[in-house]
């Protein structure tokens, strides 16, 4: 796999909104089948995104040389990633609706989690694993690493079953030691609460500096 995708990959296991679905589901009578909901639901939207995507940017890459286009996206989506770190900073937040649950949630996924079925759960999974700067980000390194579809394919699964690693341990977990593992959960989640902003900060400006140092060395090598 990818090392640029793995490191990613990595980055993305532990998300506030990922905690706080997971804190939410742990906290009902029968939260087995909910967790299985959640992981399904989320994997298999995420999968067909990134196959679909992985498909398309090799298409687009053969068609418009892969030295040039991949190296162009590294660059816009590590600017879109450092635009959205110094709106952070300055102090602007996403609007939130209606009061915070039990787990804080955002009010998108408030109303998610309020009422928990193992359908509301699977919409949770799906919510709290959209694409993003950098799934984008992975996918492209991912298309650069391919020797062809089956193997980005694969990469993509790989990158999935990392990104899911932490409600796949919840699972695991809560079969023998639900209160402890809610009790982990509680203690991640309050502490990504309290640090947030720096959190997202400093995340974002290391992701977007990376992407767009590399995408502009990229381009410098494919020029000379």
Known sequence: MSSEALLLALSTVIR?????ALFAILAHSHPHRLLVAYIVGGLAFSLTVGAMIVVLLRGV????S????RPVLDIVLGGAALGYASAVWAGWQPRR??????????????RHLRDLTVRSAAVAGLLTHLPGVIYLAALNSITGSTTGIV????????YNVIWFSLPIFALVMAQHKPDVTRDLLDRLRRW????RRRIVVVFLVALGGYLVVTGIV??????S
């Open 97 to 110: 609706s209606g009061a915070s649950s039990p787990a804080e949630a955002p009010g998108w996924m408030h």
């Open 192 to 195: 990504m609460m309290l640090y």
């Open 151 to 158: 193997d980005g394919l694969f990469q993509v699964a790989v």
């Open 66 to 69: 892969s030295t040039t286009s």
């Open 61 to 64: 890459g053969l068609a418009l």
């Open 218 to 223: 990229h381009l410098v090598q494919s020029a």
């Open 16 to 20: 506030p909104t990922t905690v706080a």
